[in-house]
């Protein structure tokens, strides 16, 4: 189960990552990360390999991706007060 959602929270970092740059002005780079979001990506592997309690491995991975949907809601959104001033 771990497992599991350790793959959709990976698979969250790759959408966030690329909802960014997405949204970046200028050069448009495939993926486009900052530098919390390469933290979790190297700290979960770490959690979800340890002797922690299942519980504790569900609840960080809920977490990072819960952390991760924001920056994709956040990078999708960044325009939208632009559009107010026309």
Do not use: E, N
Not at 5 to 18: E, P, S, Y
Not at 27 to 33: C, I, R
Not at 55 to 78: M, N
């Amino acid at each position: 189960m771990a497992a599991i959602l350790f793959l959709v929270a990976i698979l969250g970092l790759l959408v966030a990552g690329r909802a960014q740059a997405q949204a970046a002005d200028g050069s448009k780079p495939l993926f486009s990360f900052q530098l919390w979001q390469l933290g979790l990506a190297l700290v979960l592997p770490l959690v979800c390999a340890s002797q922690l309690p299942t519980i504790a491995k569900v609840i960080a991975v809920a977490l990072t991706a819960s952390a991760f949907s924001f920056s994709v809601f956040r990078a999708r959104h960044a325009h939208d007060f632009d559009d107010l001033h026309f």
